[in-house]
């Protein structure tokens, strides 16, 4: 069965502070991976999707980045956090067909706290 | 175009029903719904796919509407297990694009 695995599970970060967050999917291979956000009391907001090593789409412009160095393993990173940059940061993935009809399964998450 | 659910947050009495309804202003080729319990991450529940299909699970069921642009999702004889926040995500083409757009989130309280 596949898993997913995200961490750590919470960060407490000053400003102007670097970030790694990682994420691995196990028992299954080529996945569509995703980067989500989500504010306090919010929605998901998508922030990057990959669908292959190397292969990343950028949704909204900010301050952090994803890469993809392995099939299985999708990184959000940032030089330098902002406040802005606080929430839950779930990460996903799916099968390689078509978002519209491929169910995204969702890692446990990381919350992250920036002062 | 994030679509648009409604109500925003509900409160229920065990073995009550409730409808969350999910609408968007561009045409859709599918539907997801998703319950997320607090501080945890979404738990997958059911894909519609256009054609107006109705899916079930247990006693939760949703509908897809393609020509209105919408789905709802029913519960019926609410449970305590059911409480959380229900969201929509839709998928607007076949190809792969790579996204869902999620809504806004409902919040749902079943209480004793």
């Known amino acids: 069965s596949q898993t997913i695995h995200q961490w750590p599970a919470t960060l407490v970060q000053p400003v102007g502070s670097p970030l790694s967050l990682e994420c691995t999917v196990e028992g299954t291979s080529n996945p569509n991976l995703y980067w989500y956000r989500q504010a306090a009391g919010r929605g998901l907001q998508l922030l990057f999707y990959?669908?292959?090593?190397?292969?990343i789409s950028s949704e909204v412009p900010q301050n952090l980045s994803a890469s993809r160095p392995q099939d299985r393993q999708f990184i959000l990173s940032s030089k330098k956090l902002l406040l802005s940059d606080s929430g839950f940061y779930l990460c996903?993935?799916?099968?390689?067909?078509?978002?519209?009809?491929?169910?995204?399964?969702f890692g446990p998450g990381t919350r992250l706290l920036v002062l | 175009q994030q679509p648009v659910q409604s109500p925003q947050a509900v409160i229920l009495r065990e073995g009550e029903d409730a409808v969350i309804n999910c609408s968007s202003s561009?045409?859709?080729?599918?539907v997801h719904w998703y319950r997320q319990k607090h501080g945890e991450a979404p738990i997958f529940l059911m894909i519609l796919l256009k054609g107006g299909e109705q899916k079930g699970h247990d006693k939760i069921s949703a509908s897809f509407n393609e020509k209105k642009q919408q789905s709802s999702l029913y519960l019926t004889a609410s449970q305590l297990s059911y409480s959380g926040t229900y969201f929509c995500?839709?998928?607007?083409?076949?190809?792969?694009?790579?996204?869902?757009?999620f809504g806004q989130g409902t919040t749902l309280q079943v209480k004793p």
């Open positions: 995500g839709t998928g607007r083409g076949s190809s792969n694009t790579g996204k869902l757009i």
């Open positions: 561009k045409a859709l080729y599918s």
């Open positions: 990959s669908v292959g090593i190397g292969q």
């Open positions: 996903a993935w799916s099968g390689q067909g078509p978002a519209s009809w491929e169910t995204q399964y």
